[in-house]
């Protein structure tokens, strides 16, 4: 499977004062499952259209196993049409007037491929995406579901090198989203092709890919497996995009941060914010070093999980804390308990916004590219 680089990549639409894309740098390994991740008008969506060919670049390179398909400098460009590159529209994209099997046949009817071949391939595809039984059907008959699953059909069938796919389960229903998620997994284990996923579904990301690259205005915040993201966020940026619920961040300044970073000892000099997540931290009646006295404010179930919302109130500025657990909480409201961090959950932000490691921590295993602002919010 083909190997993708992109080096130093911009664009900038006509009119507009900043790149949509700015300086990115990335490479898809063979086979790998990548996910693009970021809010929406992150650039997300416009790196895939580069990679395609239906956008062009600004300035930089876009290579497919060391062979250029756009570079500015050099003026080489490659039609999307001669890139071996398939690519999955979030709207799908079918033909309404042609059945499941005209829409798959189509992409080899463009290749000549022989009418018997044609025949065949079109059966393995339907096995393959499991819509046995809807050949003849048009796609207006077709439930959300079984549209994304011959889309993915058609565009597998001319066996890209690479596919791409942009937000292809948002217009689905969660349960929908939930199972096609799986095919998804299933269908990069059988083919082996190397994906790049555009998504602003952290659990998409999450739970799909093998690599993941977190984009924000424009530019790439870190890349990482899926653990290095959540666990060693690059940036104050990544910490607050991944997680649900979201990090606890808390001013370095407060008495709140200063009692829980006491267990893991450092200098707060060039710490801006602290922040916790809502699984490391454990609630009782005991005290010790780093513990937060806290008073239970809130109980929430949310079906198999709980979500405890505590508040500390003693300095001058009260802290508010969210905290999930997945065993039914033995407190009521009103409680006095101990809040207790666990030290991997514990991450400290400078005035930038980049992560500084706390002792008996490590720094992302793939550094960002640039730092976030220390403010920026989603």
């Not at 059945?99 to 992409?107: K, P, Q, S, Y």
């Not at 000892?265 to 931290?281: F, H, K, N, W, Y």
């Not at 400078?350 to 730092?371: E, K, N």
């Amino acid at each position: 499977m083909p190997q993708i680089t992109l080096s130093n990549i911009t664009k900038t639409y006509a009119g507009s004062n900043a790149p949509a894309v700015r300086n990115v740098n990335l490479t898809v390994e063979d086979g790998a499952f990548m996910c693009v991740l970021g809010p929406s008008g992150c650039g997300k969506s416009t790196i895939l259209r580069m990679i395609s060919g239906l956008e062009t670049l600004t300035e930089g390179e876009i290579a497919v196993d060391g062979r250029a398909l756009d570079n500015v400098a050099t003026g080489q460009f490659v039609p999307p049409e001669k890139r071996g590159i398939g690519l999955v529209f979030q709207s799908y994209a079918l033909w309404p007037h042609m059945t499941v099997a005209a829409n798959i046949e189509f992409g080899l009817k463009l290749q000549n491929m022989p009418t018997k071949a044609r025949k065949a391939r079109v059966a393995e595809m339907v096995k393959t995406l499991r819509i046995e039984g809807l050949e003849d059907r048009y796609p207006a008959q077709l439930s959300g579901g079984q549209q994304q699953r011959v889309a993915l059909a058609r565009t597998l069938a001319v066996t890209p090198g690479i596919l791409l796919l942009d937000e292809p389960l948002s217009n689905l229903d969660a349960t929908l989203r939930l199972s096609m998620r799986a095919e998804l997994s299933r269908l990069h284990r059988e083919f082996g092709t190397t994906i790049v996923f555009v998504t602003h579904d952290q659990w998409e990301a999450m739970t799909l890919a093998t690599q993941i690259a977190v984009m924000s205005k424009g530019e790439l915040q870190q890349i990482g497996t899926p653990d290095d993201i959540y666990a060693r966020p690059a940036n104050r940026f990544v910490a607050e995009f991944i997680g649900n619920p979201p990090i606890n961040l808390i001013p370095a300044s407060s008495s709140a941060a200063q009692v829980l970073i006491s267990a893991a000892p450092t200098s707060l000099a060039d710490v801006a914010m602290i922040g916790l997540r809502p699984e490391g931290m454990v609630l009782n009646t005991t005290d010790g070093p780093g513990a937060l006295p806290v008073v239970i404010s809130e109980i929430l179930p949310t079906g198999g999980a709980w979500m405890v919302e505590v508040t500390y109130a003693n300095g001058q500025t009260p802290a508010h804390l969210t905290h999930t657990t997945q065993s039914p909480p033995p407190w009521r409201v009103g409680d006095a308990v101990f809040l207790h961090p666990q030290p991997h959950a514990l991450h400290a932000f400078d005035h930038t916004g980049t992560r500084q490691a706390l002792p008996g921590q490590t720094t992302p295993t793939q550094t960002p590219l640039l730092r976030a602002s220390a403010g920026e919010a989603l």
